[in-house]
């Protein structure tokens, strides 16, 4: 059994070793093929000689030597494990934490259960609808970051800055999402950096609504409906912890 032991841990070790000299001789050849990306991450993946890598906020599959590469989702059929998923959730809850709550516009309820961020244009109608069932999120103990995206140009990029120069900017986004026009106003503004991180997000439209595990969900959602899932959500939680 000793043996036996002995055996299965020295398989065990060089393996690990072999994936750790992989994943540096992977390092080595994307500083030198894409020597403009950064490499955050490397890991293995059930498939022997397939690696996982974020670069640049986005997840991609590659050999070893970096000549062959994969651009899609890789999912476990047996289990419905999406392992591009998970690692997207990461990069989207990391990316919300270098912008900073701070920077953001935030609607809080009295007792928070729940966090979402939605990425949101002023003018876009399904945003506006969202926005107007917000007491409906509030009543629910949903607190709503707003990240913002405005796609329609120039004249929706300066509403925005002028909702975020605003004394309350929730009272001024409140108005704007209500068709009325604001007085423009122009001061140091993260919008810039709100549209960097979107894209970075893989938002693609809008809304679109971040959960609290980092996944998303591209498009509008009724307020009941997503107030019922999350508590549903974490109900499931509480009882696999227990």
């Known amino acids: 059994m000793l043996r036996t032991f002995a055996l299965a841990l020295t398989i065990l070790t060089t393996s690990q070793v072999s994936a750790d000299d992989n994943i540096d001789e992977l390092k080595n050849s994307l500083a030198k093929s894409l020597p403009q990306y950064q490499v955050s991450r490397i890991d293995t993946t059930p498939i022997e000689g397939l690696?996982?890598?974020?670069?640049?906020?986005?997840?991609?599959?590659?050999?070893?030597?970096?000549?062959?590469?994969?651009?899609?989702?890789?999912?476990?059929?047996?289990?419905?494990?999406?392992?591009?998923?998970?690692?997207?959730?990461?990069?989207?809850?990391?990316?919300?934490?270098?912008?900073?709550?701070?920077?953001?516009?935030?609607?809080?309820?009295?007792?928070?259960?729940?966090?979402?961020?939605v990425v949101t244009d002023i003018d876009c109608p399904?945003?506006?609808?969202?926005?107007?069932?917000?007491?409906?999120?509030?009543?629910?103990?949903i607190k709503v970051r707003y990240v913002f995206m405005p796609l329609k140009g120039k004249g929706d990029y300066e509403t925005t800055v002028t909702v975020w120069c605003s004394d309350d900017k929730n009272e001024a986004l409140d108005m704007a999402k209500a068709g009325t026009e604001?007085?423009?106003?122009?001061?140091?503004?993260?919008?810039?950096?709100?549209?960097?991180?979107?894209?970075?997000?893989?938002v693609r439209g809008t809304p679109a609504i971040i959960l609290q595990d980092g996944s998303m969900l591209p498009g509008y959602v009724p307020a009941k409906k997503l107030v019922t899932e999350l508590n549903r959500m974490n109900l499931s939680t509480a009882k696999s912890v227990n």
């Open 51 to 117: 690696y996982q890598v974020i670069l640049g906020g986005q997840v991609i599959y590659m050999t070893k030597d970096a000549r062959y590469m994969l651009d899609g989702n890789l999912v476990d059929l047996s289990t419905k494990k999406n392992f591009s998923e998970d690692a997207m959730s990461e990069i989207r809850l990391s990316q919300l934490d270098e912008l900073g709550e701070e920077n953001m516009v935030v609607y809080s309820p009295e007792k928070i259960k729940h966090t979402i961020t």
């Open 126 to 141: 399904y945003c506006r609808r969202l926005h107007s069932e917000m007491d409906q999120y509030l009543d629910g103990g």
């Open 182 to 202: 604001l007085e423009a106003k122009e001061c140091d503004n993260p919008i810039e950096q709100h549209l960097k991180v979107s894209r970075s997000l893989g």
